[in-house]
Nanobody, 115 residues
């Protein structure tokens, strides 16, 4: 299985920013080109949710909870999630995958927002 490698998480105070990265190997790069990619998150005790997607045509979509604060982008072999104005409710493990989750889940990267 292709390993998805997320990075860039950390602990930040409310209102802070983080930039997440998702490394894309050859097959993942192909998926980025053909199917697009998305960022998911899973908070403690909650289901994994899709928060942002970018299509092969560069269209982006966001969950209502992150609109205006998060920006998904891609360049070559990497998918990014710029997160601004972070809130405590953004605390979660963040994962990248295709919108239909075709790949096995990676370990994700922890984002913690607290005072």
């Amino acid at each position: 299985q292709v390993q998805l490698v997320e990075s860039g998480g950390g602990e930040v105070q409310p209102g802070g920013s983080l930039r997440l990265s998702c490394a894309a190997s050859g097959s993942i790069f192909f998926s980025i080109v053909t199917m697009g990619m998305g960022w998911y998150r899973q908070a403690p005790g909650k289901q994994r949710e899709l928060v942002a997607t970018i299509t092969s045509g560069e269209n982006t979509n966001y969950a209502d909870s992150v609109k205006g604060r998060f920006t998904i982008s891609r360049n070559k072999n990497t998918v990014y999630l710029q997160m601004n104005s972070l809130k405590p409710e953004d605390t979660a493990v963040y994962y990248c995958n295709t919108p239909n989750a075709v790949y096995s889940w990676g370990q994700g990267t922890q984002v913690t927002v607290s005072s």
